[in-house]
């Protein structure tokens, strides 16, 4: 399973972001984006079931970010809305084997993408 992020950059707070992910490989996966601020440990923002029917939220973003993914595309995708400077991260994205979204357990992983939200 190989997986490519993209779509970070330099937003002012109260705007939005979308990211992208293109998986490869075996791609009826759980998949999720995670986060890693400065100095802080990683943190899985939001997950999405093979089909895309469940999904899981951070507290800290529910109600501004929504992950969707198009399997007809092999893509991942995270809407960030209302964006504030705390949601500063390298944001990646990761797969696993298994049902569980709501896990750290993730398999694969792809390279990180650069937020920088601006206050």
């Known amino acids: 399973v190989q997986l490519q992020a993209s779509g970070g950059g330099l937003v002012q707070a109260g705007g939005s972001l979308r990211l992208s992910c293109i998986i490869s490989?075996?791609?009826?996966?759980?998949m999720g984006w995670f986060r890693q601020a400065p100095g802080k440990g990683r943190e899985l923002a939001a997950a999405?079931?093979?089909?895309?029917?469940?999904?899981y939220y951070a507290d800290s973003v529910k109600g501004r970010f929504t992950i969707s993914r198009d399997n007809a595309k092999n893509t991942m995708y995270l809407q960030m809305n209302n964006l504030k400077p705390e949601d500063t991260a390298v944001y990646f994205c990761?797969?696993?084997?298994?049902?569980?979204?709501?896990?750290?357990?993730?398999?694969?992983w792809g390279q990180g993408t650069q937020v920088t939200v601006s206050s």
């Open positions: 999405i079931s093979r089909s895309g029917d469940s999904t």
């Open positions: 490989g075996r791609t009826r996966t759980v």
């Open positions: 990761a797969a696993r084997d298994g049902l569980m979204l709501d896990t750290i357990a993730y398999n694969y």
